[in-house]
C-alpha cells in the first residue's frame, strides 16, 4: 500500500470536515437587531380600505426564497419600484428589515425590466 505524506493527509481530513459542517441557510433565523447587507428584489403590495377610503403600501425583499418586510422612512419608499434589484444595508429583527436612514442605505443595483420593452 503506498504511504500517502501527512501533510497531503490532514489536508484531505480538514477539506471533508469543512463540506460536512452545518452552514446556515436563508430559512435560518438572524439574531435580532442583526447590522446586516443584503442583496434582493423589491415586491411591493397595495392594501385597500374601502371603509377608510385609504391605502396602504407594503415592501418587501425578496431575497433566495426568503421574503422579509421593509420598514422604510418616506423618502427612501419614494424612490423604490417593484422588480428593482437593490442592496440594502440596516438591521435585521427576525423578518423585518429596517435600511439604515442615510441615502446611501438602499443601492440600485439593476431596474426593474419594463414591460413591452426590445432590447
Excluded: C, K, W
Excluded at 425578496?62 to 423618502?75: D, F, M, T
Amino acid at each position: 500500500m503506498p504511504r500517502v505524506p501527512i501533510p497531503l493527509s490532514l489536508a484531505a481530513i480538514l477539506i471533508a470536515a469543512a463540506a460536512l459542517a452545518p452552514r446556515p441557510t436563508a430559512s435560518q433565523p438572524t439574531p435580532a437587531g442583526s447590522h446586516i447587507t443584503i442583496e434582493g428584489t423589491i415586491v411591493m403590495s397595495v392594501e385597500d380600505d374601502f371603509q377608510r377610503d385609504r391605502a396602504t403600501r407594503r415592501y418587501f425583499l425578496n431575497q433566495s426564497g426568503r421574503q422579509l418586510e421593509l420598514v422604510l422612512a418616506p423618502h427612501q419608499a419614494a424612490g423604490l419600484r417593484p422588480g428593482m434589484a437593490v442592496r440594502i444595508t440596516g438591521q435585521l429583527a427576525g423578518n423585518v428589515l429596517t435600511p439604515d436612514p442615510s441615502d446611501e442605505s438602499i443601492v440600485l443595483l439593476r431596474s426593474p425590466a419594463v414591460p413591452g420593452a426590445t432590447r
